[in-house]
């Protein structure tokens, strides 16, 4: 019997390449996922072409139509209401939200780096491998946690570790990460989807399968 698939949004404001990783794992069924809403905060993302190519929805909510999170948040939620989505996954989202209780621990991010270092305001895409090589760490990585109202700062689902060589530039670095990425998020998605994360304080303990 195939699995139910879970209800997804995806929200991003840049390239897409990982809605388009979550799109190939959901199509070939290695993801019980469906995406049935991809939201930029940008009108120009590349990320929303992604989507229409697909058929599915691409909504725009711009940022900077609105000034405090509050009211931004209260925007992309009611767009986002008619999707009813039940899980929300941040690809390239850049925008601070605040999440409404119904939407608590159903919304997941991935971060170029091991939190809690080089995360927070300012910390984003090119930069955070920019600041990794500047500050001469040996290891990089990529964090899936859940999203809270601050960045990059809600329960961590997983981690995984790459190196960081000797000859790197902020673009190898990425590339190196970005693959890390691709496998992390998928696999924490999953675990989202089977009911099998169980947050305790700032702990997230994995149940296993039945
Ligand atoms: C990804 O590497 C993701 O980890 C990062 O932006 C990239 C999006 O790439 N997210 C953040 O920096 C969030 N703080 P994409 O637009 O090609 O999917």
Redesign the pocket.
């Known amino acids: 019997m195939s699995e139910a698939k879970r209800k997804v949004a995806v929200l991003?404001s840049?390239?897409?390449?990982?809605?388009e990783n979550l799109f190939q794992r959901g199509e070939s069924g290695a993801l019980p996922i469906q995406v049935v809403a991809v939201l930029s905060s940008r009108a120009d993302a590349y990320?929303l072409e992604r989507a229409r190519r697909r058929g599915v929805p691409a909504l725009v909510v711009e940022r900077k139509r609105f000034v405090l999170p509050e009211e931004y948040s209260a925007a992309l939620f009611e767009a986002l209401a008619p999707y009813a989505p039940e899980l929300v996954c941040?690809?390239?989202?850049?925008s601070l939200l605040r999440i409404p209780p119904a939407y608590e621990q159903r919304i997941l991010?991935?971060?170029?780096a091991l939190l809690p270092a080089f995360?927070g305001k300012g910390?984003?895409?090119m930069k955070?491998h920019e600041a990794v090589l500047r500050h001469g760490c040996k290891v990089s990585g990529?964090t899936v946690h859940f999203v809270d109202n601050e960045?990059?700062h809600g329960p961590i689902v997983l981690q995984r570790a790459v190196p960081v060589l000797e000859n790197d530039t902020p673009e190898s670095l990425?590339e190196r990460?970005?693959a890390a990425?691709r496998e992390a998020y998928p696999e924490a998605i999953r675990l989202l989807a089977q009911g099998q994360l169980r947050v305790e304080g700032r702990r997230v303990r994995v149940l296993t399968s039945k």
């Open positions: 991003l840049g390239n897409g390449t990982t809605l990320g941040l690809a390239g989202f850049m991010n991935v971060h170029p995360g910390y984003y895409g955070v990529c960045y990059d990425s990460v970005q990425e």
